[in-house]
C-alpha cells in the first residue's frame, strides 16, 4: 500500500541552525515526491519536489530534500533556519504507476518550530 | 506558479443550511481539482477528486449526497455542503495539478456552523 511517514510531530531548532525534517515513503513504482509548507490559517505553498535525475533537489526560501532510493526517504533541510520557516510542512508522494491519477498520499504534516 | 482562488475565504451558517465553497483556478485550465478537509493541527484528508465533465469521484467513508461537487468547467470547481451540522465546520481546502507534477492550493475556506 501507498504511504508516507513524517515520523515527527514536532520539530525545535534554534534559529541559525541547520534543521531536518524527515519523510519516508512506500510506494510501488517510482515516486514523485513533494514537500509543502503551511502557514496559520492558509492553504499549502509548494516548496521543491523530486520527480527523476539529480537525488539533491533545491526548492523555495532556501529549503533542499535529498532523495534516498535505498532508504526510501526525503528528507526535508535548510542550513540555517530563520524563525519564519516555523510552521506546518507536508511530504507527500505520487506512484509513477499511478498513470493519469494526480491523487497524492500525504503524511501527517510536521510542526517546524524555529526559536530565536 | 500558477493561482488558485477559493470564495469564501471563511462562513458561517447556521446548522441544517447549505453552504457552497468555490474553487477556481486563475491562469490555468485543471481538468482535475482536489477537495480537502483539515481539523486543527492535523494533516489533509482527501475527500474528492472533482473531474471536468463527469462525475466526482468520492474517498472512501465521504458521503457524497452531503458534498456535493461540481466542476463547472475548466477552471471552476464548486463544494456544496447540505444540510451543515456542527460536525462539518472545518477548513477545507481545494487544490489543482498544473501542467507538471506540483499542485497548486487554494487558500483554503473555514466553514463554521452554529
Known amino acids: 500500500a501507498q504511504s508516507v511517514a513524517q515520523p515527527e510531530d514536532q520539530v525545535n531548532v534554534a534559529e541559525g541552525n541547520p534543521l531536518t525534517v524527515k519523510c519516508t515513503y512506500s510506494v510501488s513504482g517510482n515516486p514523485y515526491l513533494f514537500w509543502y509548507v503551511q502557514y496559520p490559517n492558509r492553504g499549502l505553498q509548494f516548496l521543491l519536489k523530486?520527480?527523476?535525475?539529480d537525488n539533491l533537489v533545491k526548492g523555495s526560501y532556501g529549503f533542499e530534500a535529498e532523495f534516498n532510493k535505498s532508504q526510501t526517504s526525503f528528507h526535508l533541510k535548510k542550513p540555517s533556519a530563520l524563525v519564519s520557516d516555523s510552521a506546518l510542512y507536508f511530504c507527500?508522494?505520487?506512484?509513477?504507476?499511478?498513470?493519469?491519477?494526480?491523487?497524492?498520499?500525504w503524511g501527517l504534516g510536521t510542526s517546524l518550530a524555529v526559536n530565536p | 506558479g500558477a493561482v488558485v482562488s477559493q470564495h469564501p475565504s471563511w462562513v458561517i451558517c447556521k446548522s441544517g443550511t447549505s453552504v457552497k465553497i468555490e474553487c477556481r483556478s486563475l491562469d490555468f485550465q485543471a481538468t482535475t481539482m482536489f477537495w480537502y478537509r483539515q481539523f486543527p493541527k492535523q494533516s489533509l484528508m482527501l475527500m474528492a477528486t472533482s473531474n471536468e465533465g463527469s462525475k466526482a469521484t468520492y474517498e472512501q467513508g465521504v458521503e457524497k449526497d452531503k458534498f456535493l461537487i461540481n466542476h463547472a468547467s475548466l477552471t471552476l470547481s464548486t463544494l456544496t455542503v447540505t444540510s451543515a451540522h456542527p460536525e462539518d465546520s472545518s477548513f477545507y481546502i481545494c487544490s489543482a495539478p498544473e501542467g507538471g507534477y506540483e499542485q497548486y492550493f487554494g487558500p483554503g475556506t473555514r466553514l463554521t456552523v452554529t
Open positions: 523530486y520527480i527523476t535525475g
Open positions: 507527500a508522494v505520487r506512484d509513477s504507476n499511478a498513470g493519469n491519477n494526480r491523487k497524492l498520499i
